[in-house]
């Protein structure tokens, strides 16, 4: 079954401001982006259980027009906050990389 880093054409985190993070998963066709869709498993829920996040705090917005997905959710730690690792939000994509997608 392939993973979303074998059929997206680009999937990538950054701050939405210091206390969110958006990531957005593009597909380079219409074909590609309805396959996905169809399948349910990009929503709200995979967010949440991913970035370990209550599912109320995710934003799950689909993009036809762009054949993408995108999900802003709360950061754990602010952007450049003690403990912060990532200031810009930049890696934080990497665990939805792995998720399987049954096309």
Known sequence: MPRIRDIAKACKSKNAGPFELT???VFDSA???ERV???G???AELFSQLY???VSDVLFTEYPAGNAFKATIPRLIPSGDVGDTDVYG???????LEVEIPI
């Not at 930049?90 to 939805?96: E, M, R, V």
């Open 37 to 39: 869709r169809k399948t």
């Open 23 to 25: 990531i957005d998963v």
């Open 41 to 43: 498993v990009l929503r």
């Open 52 to 54: 370990k996040v209550p």
């Open 31 to 33: 074909q590609m982006f």
């Open 90 to 96: 930049a890696q934080q994509h990497a665990p939805l």
